[in-house]
């Protein structure tokens, strides 16, 4: 949402003087009433600039500092302030146990808020910060950030592409972690708005190792790269050690460029990092853009689902991992981070650069997915077995976890029924009423 609003400065500006002129003489020479049509087109123009500046002057006049004001009004977040900086060191505060004080981003999110609430838990000091962006329904999230509230975990409603917001948080707070899962996810969203795959995965991800490696002390940070690195890869299960030059989305392309820029800032600026390769997640809570989600309110309301067959015949299968061992392997990643070593400017030895498969070592068709859900919801989904279109998505996916195992000692316990039956009873929950017309 945030690259439509940076783009609107720069707009109306450079229309008005390159192209109007030219198009009001042009077209007089022709017709009047193309003329009287172009002088209406100006006026609105103009309009528009009118109330543009308004509101860029009532902004202005209304903050402090201009700077920070243009900033925040660009990325349309509001922050600072004593009683906010009060409740950030309130909720970055850790128990006497931990010595750990994480900041997350995209804790309104999916797995976020999943994170977030155990890390509070087990007494580690924890900031959320989120845009709350539209890309998908903005009651989910403030639903999870109420849950984050009462839990003591604050989020910040900020954009990691705003540095000077950055800057602040680690002013304000010594942060060991950083555990970046703020993201634009989806692989087919990207057909429709690429730049903001650019605009959060890629411009955001770079403010954020800015932030972190000028930071003193430099915290290590564990972040989410994704199974879609894999791409259009054949051999079964996907290794850590596997090639990953062939994405077949854009979405997968921003995440394999996460990954080689994490290893610059390791190289360059000392920082510790480790990549998650997340093997679709689900559970309660989740995001409504997913299969499992969208098939949940489509097959409750009766109407038709398509599932994706590869031309092999095949439907699509994929290798469901059930978001409480997901926080499990994120926690441990946390826990087996080693410091950064470039704290005050200078790289004082090498550091830890790591990258994990977090998946559940069992693929499940989808059209086996739509059967557990039939079960469960007690209602017959209408199935439409569709060719898979080439939009980004990959025919299966399947992770080898034994590094993960070794390394973390991470090992995922919850099978697809489980796990969906926990994310259903959520979502009933939920969204009351949407099981009462087409149940039988
Ligand atoms: C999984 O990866 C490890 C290396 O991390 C390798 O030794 C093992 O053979 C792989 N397992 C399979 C089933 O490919």
Redesign the pocket.
């Known amino acids: 949402m945030s690259h439509l609003i940076d783009n609107t400065p720069s707009t109306p500006g450079k229309l008005k003087p390159d192209k109007s002129p030219y198009i009001h003489n042009r077209f007089r020479i022709h017709s009047s009433s193309f003329s009287k049509l172009t002088l209406w087109c100006l006026f609105f123009i103009a309009f528009i600039l009118f109330f543009f500046f308004l509101s860029l002057l009532s902004t202005t006049a209304t903050t402090p500092s201009s700077a920070a004001a243009s900033n925040r009004r660009s990325l349309g977040s509001t922050w600072g302030g004593s009683a906010w900086e009060k409740r950030v060191t309130k909720s970055s505060r850790r128990a006497t146990a931990s010595n750990r004080a994480v900041l997350v981003t995209g804790a309104a999110g999916f797995v976020g808020m999943h994170v977030s609430l155990a890390l509070k838990r087990r007494g580690d000091g924890v900031l959320g910060l989120d845009n709350f962006n539209r890309y998908y329904d903005l009651n989910l999230k403030l639903a999870r950030q109420r849950l984050l509230e009462r839990a003591g975990v604050f989020v910040v409603d900020g954009d990691i592409n705003d540095a000077a917001l950055l800057r602040k948080l680690f002013d304000v707070v010594p942060f060991t972690h950083v555990m970046h899962l703020a993201a634009q996810a989806g692989v087919r969203y990207a057909m429709q708005n690429p730049a903001s795959y650019v605009h959060s995965n890629i411009a955001g991800f770079v403010n954020l190792l800015e932030a972190c490696r000028s930071a003193n002390p430099q915290p290590a940070i564990v972040w989410a790269s994704s199974s879609s690195v894999y791409g259009l890869n054949s ?3 996907f ?3 596997d090639r990953t030059d062939q994405p077949a989305s854009l979405y997968a392309a921003t995440k394999k460029a996460g990954e080689e820029i994490a290893h610059t800032y390791n190289h360059i600026h000392g920082l510790s990092i480790t990549g998650l390769r997340f093997f679709t997640v689900y559970g309660p809570w989740g995001r409504p853009d997913m299969a499992y989600f969208f098939f949940t309110k489509d097959i409750l309301k009766g109407k038709q689902i398509s599932i994706f067959q590869d031309p092999d015949r095949g439907t699509v299968a994929r290798d469901f991992t059930y978001i409480d061992d997901i926080v499990k392997g994120c926690l441990r990643a946390l826990d087996t981070a080693k410091k950064s070593t470039g704290s005050g400017g200078k790289k004082k030895g090498p550091a830890q650069l790591r990258i994990f498969n977090l998946g559940n070592t069992s693929p499940v068709p989808v059209s086996e997915l739509v059967t557990i859900l039939e079960k469960l919801l007690k209602v017959k989904a209408k199935r439409k077995m569709v060719p898979m279109p080439r939009n980004g998505d990959v025919r299966f996916t399947h992770a ?4 993960a195992y ?1 390394e973390l000692g991470y090992r995922p316990t919850t099978d697809l029924e489980t796990g969906l039956k926990k994310f259903v009873r959520w979502y009933l929950d939920f969204y009351p009423g949407s099981k009462k017309k087409s149940a039988w």
Do not use: D
């Open positions: 051999k079964v299960p290794s850590e050690k080898n976890i034994s590094l070794r």
